[in-house]
């Protein structure tokens, strides 16, 4: 069975850094393309980055030069390293597992930029 | 970036209601699209992918169709576990992009 699980939410302030991090289990991270999409509270969701199979990346213009998504193949999980932080980044951030766009989906973990 | 236009914002259906949704892509997508379901507080779930195949599990009430620029999901008869909120999602090039979402409601 498929399962992703993240972490690493939390309160930051502006300008602050937080690492997400997704673990997942019924398949291999490093096998798979791999997304990050966003839902700012009580808006629509945003695509953010990907990571493909092999060390593609590919990010939103509005995360590019500030997050870096990662993959590490021997714990099986994926990161996402936010810096700069702003209010806007405010958003559950869930990762996702991509089969002609994503498929599975983790519960997400909310991120809170504010002072 | 290929903008994903989706109409309408919101609508009041009754339960056994046909509904249509509709979502024009800025540019060709060929058949790249996706159609998720999402419920308050839970993460989105894909009923449709390849714009007109169901996702394994999702009942046949849902179904897709289009292909170019203009996308359409439609549910034949409206269940009471189908009123949520639900989203197109081009992933033809990078960076994939939404629409921004039909909220369905209870009439």
């Known amino acids: 069975e498929v399962q992703l699980v993240e972490s690493g939410g939390g309160l930051v302030q502006p300008g602050g850094s937080l690492r997400l991090s997704c673990a997942a289990s019924g398949f291999t991270v490093a096998g798979n393309y791999m997304s990050w999409v966003r839902q700012a509270p009580g808006k629509g969701l945003e695509w953010v980055s990907v990571?493909?199979?092999?060390?593609?990346?590919f990010y939103a213009d509005s995360v590019k030069g500030r997050f870096t998504v990662s993959r590490d193949s021997s714990k099986n999980t994926l990161y996402l390293q936010m810096n700069s932080l702003r209010p806007e980044d405010t958003a559950v951030y869930y990762c996702?597992?991509?089969?002609?766009?994503?498929?599975?989906w983790g519960q997400g973990t909310l991120v809170t930029v504010s002072s | 970036d290929i903008q994903m236009t989706q109409s309408p914002s919101s609508l009041s259906a009754s339960v056994g209601d046909r509904v249509t949704i509709s979502c024009r892509a800025s540019?060709?997508?060929?058949?790249?699209l996706g159609w998720y379901q999402q419920k308050p507080g839970k993460a989105p779930k894909r009923l449709i992918f390849?714009?007109?195949s169901l996702q394994s599990g999702v009942p046949s009430r849902f179904s897709g169709s289009g292909s170019g620029t203009e996308f359409t999901l439609t549910i034949s008869s409206l269940q009471p576990e189908d009123f949520a909120t639900y989203y197109c999602?081009?992933?033809?090039?990078?960076?994939?992009?939404f629409g921004g979402g039909t909220k369905v409601e209870i009439k």
């Open positions: 996702a597992r991509d089969s002609t766009g994503p498929l599975d």
């Open positions: 999602l081009q992933h033809s090039s990078y960076p994939l992009t």
């Open positions: 540019q060709a997508i060929g058949n790249d």
């Open positions: 990571a493909y199979s092999g060390a593609g990346t």
């Open positions: 390849a714009a007109s």
